[in-house]
Each structure stands twice: as C-alpha cells, then as structure tokens.
C-alpha cells in the first residue's frame, strides 16, 4: 500500500470509513479523515490519531490491506496496456 493509495481512501467525496489492518493483526478504524495524516512528502509513513491525545506512527511497509464499504475510491496511476501494445 502507497502513502497515496491511502490519501485516496482518506480524500474520498463523500468520505467513507474504513479500517487499517496492519502486518501485526492491529488495525485502525478510520471514522474521520481527519484522524489519519499522510503528509503530501511522506511516502511511506502515516499517523493516526486516537482518543484521549494518542497517536500511533505507521511504517506502511506493514500495512497488510484496508478494508470499507461501498465503492471503491477512484484509484490513480498506471493504466494497463492492452494486448498488442495499444493502449
């Protein structure tokens, strides 16, 4: 998972809760958007804010997958090339 990937997720209109599962068996539940911060220079690193002032550092190298309902965000990047080289 890119610090981008998870931008998109935290950036979706209207906003949708979702839940960070990491490599550990921890996860987070994120309800606002505003409870996850991914710097725009950050690339692998995120934190998530939590009740009663605590924070938790993500190293997403360990992020094992993210989970939500509905549609999935419009996800960026690379388009596959069709068969043949066309695109």
Do not use: Q
Not at 20 to 36: A, C, Q, R, V, Y
Not at 44 to 52: H, M, N, S
Not at 64 to 82: A, I, Q, W
Request: proline share 6%.
């Amino acid at each position: 998972m890119t610090a981008d990937r998870l931008r998109e997720f935290k950036n979706t209109v209207p906003f949708k809760p979702f839940t960070i599962h990491m490599n550990d068996g921890s996860k987070f539940k994120i309800t606002d958007p505003e409870s996850l911060v991914v710097h725009k220079d950050w690339t692998v690193d995120a934190i998530v804010l939590l009740p009663r002032g605590e924070f938790r550092f993500l190293y997403l190298k360990n992020l094992s997958h993210v989970s939500g309902r509905g549609t999935l965000p419009k996800l960026g990047g690379r388009r596959r090339r069709r068969e043949g080289g066309e695109n």
